[in-house]
């Protein structure tokens, strides 16, 4: 036990580490080099993920999957036929992509339902309240990154402003996605998520406001 929790510190240090580092690198005039590791960042928070919230198990990693599948899905019609999000595209900053998709948004959208519903479960106990919960913090984030995503080549909308439709399709999407993961009662490190989300929530803030 002692040693998995020296662990566990070890991982949430490296994850502020790399989100610290990269604050101050951008600010300080290492704007390149710091988002052209962009990718290593969004690896290191998966493998973190997977070690330590433990998913480890047929259902966790079903559930991730078809997770993930299904946030690539319903990105792809938003990208190519401009439904559900609005009018918009990825750069090229996130990695390979399917269709015009990065992987990785797929890998994200199940992350944060697994992370924010893990939040949730020690907030509330009733499974319909903690799926809102759920939602709320993933629109919260995704408020704060649609100002950044252009800057850091993530995606940009048509006109450069992200419409209502895009808030409304991501609180729906989200919040099946959370009924989905409270139905199934799934369970996970309630520190790893924590500070995944709020390494997250640090980061695109302080952008935010810099930007």
Avoid: C
């Amino acid at each position: 036990m002692f040693k998995k929790d020296i662990f566990l510190k070890i991982a949430i240090f490296i994850l502020w580490l790399f989100h610290v580092s990269g604050i101050f690198g951008i600010s300080f005039g290492n704007f390149d080099w710091f988002i052209e590791r962009t990718g290593l960042n969004l690896l290191v928070m998966f493998i973190a993920l997977i070690l330590f919230f433990k998913i480890d198990s047929i259902k966790k990693v079903s559930l991730f999957v078809g997770l993930a599948l299904g946030g690539i899905f319903f990105e792809y019609i938003g990208v190519n036929y401009s439904l559900l999000f609005g009018d918009y595209e990825y750069g090229e900053n996130l990695g390979y992509k399917i269709g015009g998709v990065p992987l990785f948004i797929g890998i994200n959208w199940a992350q944060l339902t697994f992370i924010s519903g893990a939040i949730a479960n020690r907030i509330h106990s009733n499974w319909l309240i903690k799926s809102a919960i759920g939602t709320s913090l993933m629109l919260v984030l995704d408020i704060l990154m649609e100002k950044t995503a252009p800057v850091f080549d993530f995606w940009e909308f048509q006109g450069g402003v992200a419409p209502l439709s895009n808030y409304i399709a991501w609180a729906i999407i989200a919040l099946g996605f959370n009924i989905i993961f409270q139905l199934l009662k799934i369970k996970g490190n309630f520190q790893i998520s924590l500070h995944i989300f709020l390494v997250q929530i640090v980061f695109f803030t302080y952008f935010y406001a810099y930007f």
